[in-house]
């Protein structure tokens, strides 16, 4: 297993364009979610997927932003005219999870891409 | 509601002594509770988790947390620095059914040989 894979690693934009993002997760997580680093801060949620389902969207997340995984695989996070206050690493995260509480191995853990970092000018 | 508090932007070690990086934690149901490190330019790696099986959690690199429920903390020790340790590390906090995380606002590592 590769890991959770993001591309691009970079992205210099001009204010006002869009831009995709896209996050291939661990083959078998069912969950897959964004988060969103500045500087000096921790990563702050912004939506998760269960398979093709998005599930939960923070407040941060304005109307400018989209997420979609179609078919429960790879995602894409898209933000429409981006502004300076965009500029920040995304950061894609995935996780096998089941119900139960977990005692030991791998389960209801995320496992972080490498981020994409932002630079809108 | 679940959040972590980090005490200590920044803290310096040196080489060879003891690692203390404090995370408390409030959450209104059982926690999950993790550490990660960061890189710079890099994602995140996980270090330890915390999932109620035991209080004394031993994770990678010689790291271990003891999850104290009355102190409602995390912290996170390492016996003996050494200079690749070097790096961000945040406290997280989930639900236990495992949704999105709440972090910490990160500690940054320093240490000095």
């Known amino acids: 297993d590769t890991g959770v894979s993001q591309d691009p690693r970079h992205k210099i934009t001009k204010r006002g364009q869009n831009v995709t993002f896209r996050c291939d997760p661990i083959?078998?997580?069912?969950?897959l979610y964004w988060y969103r680093q500045t500087l000096g801060q921790g990563p702050e949620f912004l939506t998760y997927?269960?398979?093709?389902?998005?599930?939960?969207k923070s407040r941060l997340l304005s109307d400018r932003f989209s997420a979609e995984r179609p078919k429960g695989s790879f995602s894409t996070l898209e933000i429409q005219r981006t502004e300076q206050g965009d500029s920040a690493m995304y950061l894609c995260?995935?996780?096998?999870?089941?119900?139960?509480?977990?005692?030991?191995?791998?389960?209801?853990?995320?496992?972080f891409g490498p981020g994409t970092r932002l630079t809108v000018t | 509601a679940q959040s972590v508090t980090q005490l200590g932007s920044h803290v310096s070690v040196s080489e060879g002594a003891l690692v203390l990086l404090r995370c408390n934690y409030s959450?209104?149901?059982?926690?999950?509770l993790f550490w990660y490190v960061q890189y710079p330019n890099q994602g995140l790696q996980l270090l330890l988790k915390?999932?109620?099986?035991?209080?004394l959690v031993k994770g990678i690199n010689g790291f271990e947390a003891e999850f104290k429920k009355s102190e409602t903390s995390f912290h996170l020790t390492k016996p003996s620095a050494h200079m690749s340790d070097a790096a961000e590390y945040f406290c997280a906090v989930s639900a236990n059914t495992g949704n999105q995380f709440y972090f910490g606002t990160g500690t940054s590592l320093t240490v000095i040989p």
């Open positions: 083959s078998e997580h069912n969950r």
């Open positions: 995260a995935s996780s096998k999870q089941d119900r139960h509480r977990d005692s030991g191995g791998t389960r209801n853990e995320q496992y």
């Open positions: 997927f269960q398979n093709e389902a998005q599930l939960e």
């Open positions: 915390y999932t109620s099986a035991a209080t």
């Open positions: 959450s209104s149901v059982p926690p999950y």
